[in-house]
């Protein structure tokens, strides 16, 4: 199902001169507050609201005096970006595409299983790393998003929730390299863990999925990282990495292998390799077979996808007896395997697919007009 939204206005000219209110830390806040002769614990009673009470407008939260909510609203907004469109599946996977007011657009997708309520987030607008099979990055990367951006996907997606219910799981798994921008993506997270006026969610239910940039797995592992990582490993040897992972060519496997390694020494945090499985290509037994080898002796939970076709690409969701031979080989040699299912597949619910499509569709013209 499909319903375009149209009654969201655009950011209003007079609204870019204010700040977005996401942007600002607990610490900035406070010093607004102080700077005006308010009290400084208004800052997490405002924080709070917008997080935690999912308050979306300044005139809302009656606790303040009118005076003090009139200045909020001189100074910030809360939201920018527009909704061009929502999707809902039959398996109650929600997506939402957001327009930002230069234009960018990005997804994000809640996703409901049992108890949990999942949301993906984008990290940046499109994607650099030119991984063949993704719609993300098939124009390269516009730019990182900021850590306000990142915060307003997962909130506009937590007032998709009924009242009682709280997001409890956060991947950044949507459009982009969360480690080529990493000091947002951190920024962001941590309001995410919050208790105080945050989100709340526990870090061992926030994974970043990364490409694999040593470098910036070394600096998460420094910083003692709380969160959960994933690495897109997709291929058991280079050469076959750097045909699906064009990026691999200048890292290679080992490389990534030693820095997970390092960030698992440091921070105990269990590690996950996805692999996205398309026919003919990384599917076969051979393949199965090197990945026993390269991930037996590892404390690693390997996550195999079935690859969610990408209109326009040639690769293939290989076929079930494929999908049951690959499993019984990993299962055989020891490996900690997961098959996940596929979530919201009638909604174009992969990393980047909803925006593709949208740009391809001459109708969706009309969600531009506003630029
Ligand atoms: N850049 C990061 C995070 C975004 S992609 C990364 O590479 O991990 C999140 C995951 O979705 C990656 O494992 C990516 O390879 C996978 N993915 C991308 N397109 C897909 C598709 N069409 N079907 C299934 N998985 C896909």
């Not at 206005?9 to 870019?16: G, R």
């Not at 010093?31 to 308010?38: A, I, K, P, Y």
């Not at 390299?177 to 995410?192: F, G, I, Q």
Request: net charge neutral; with cysteine; aromatic share 6%.
């Amino acid at each position: 199902m499909t319903k375009p939204m149209t009654h969201e206005s655009a950011e209003s000219p007079s609204k870019t001169e204010k700040q977005s209110i996401l942007e600002q830390t607990e610490h900035s806040l406070i010093r607004w507050f102080v700077d005006r002769d308010f009290p400084k614990y208004r800052a997490k009673q405002v924080l709070s609201a917008i997080y935690q009470r999912r308050i979306d407008s300044f005139s809302d939260m009656t606790e303040l005096s009118k005076d003090l909510r009139a200045k909020l609203d001189e100074h910030f907004y809360i939201f920018k970006t527009k909704t061009a469109e929502s999707q809902q599946s039959e398996d109650g996977t929600e997506k939402l595409l957001l327009e930002m007011p230069d234009g960018g657009r990005i997804e994000c997708v809640l996703l409901r299983d049992g108890p949990r309520r999942s949301v993906c987030l984008s990290s940046q607008v499109g994607c650099a790393m030119g991984c063949v099979f993704c719609a993300s990055g098939l124009d390269g990367v516009d730019r990182n998003l900021t850590r306000g951006e990142i915060l307003e996907q997962a909130l506009k997606l937590q007032r998709l929730l009924e009242p009682e219910e709280r997001l409890s799981h956060i991947v950044m798994m949507g459009m982009g390299e969360p480690l080529a921008n990493l000091r947002n993506v951190l920024e962001a997270l941590d309001v995410a863990r919050d208790s105080d006026y945050g989100l709340g969610i526990s870090p061992r239910r926030i994974t970043i999925s990364t490409v694999g940039l040593p470098p910036a797995i070394d600096k998460l592992a420094e910083a003692h990282s709380p969160f959960q990582l994933a690495i897109s490993l997709h291929a058991p040897n280079d050469e076959l990495r750097t045909r699906l992972v064009p990026v691999n060519k200048n890292i290679g496997i080992e490389a990534i292998m030693a820095a997970t390694e390092r960030y698992f020494a440091v921070t105990s945090r269990r590690l996950t390799f996805e692999y996205v499985l398309l026919k003919d290509l990384n599917d076969t037994p051979q393949c199965a077979e090197q990945l026993v080898k390269l991930l037996r002796r590892r404390t690693a939970m390997l996550n195999v996808i079935p690859y969610n076709p990408v209109p326009g690409l040639p690769y293939e969701t290989p076929s079930s007896e494929a999908i049951l031979e690959f499993r019984r080989i990993l299962m055989e040699g020891g490996i900690n395997v997961m098959f996940r299912q596929r979530k919201g597949n009638d909604i174009q619910a992969a990393c980047g697919q909803l925006r593709r499509l949208r740009e391809r569709e001459p109708q969706i013209v009309t969600l531009n007009s506003h630029v």
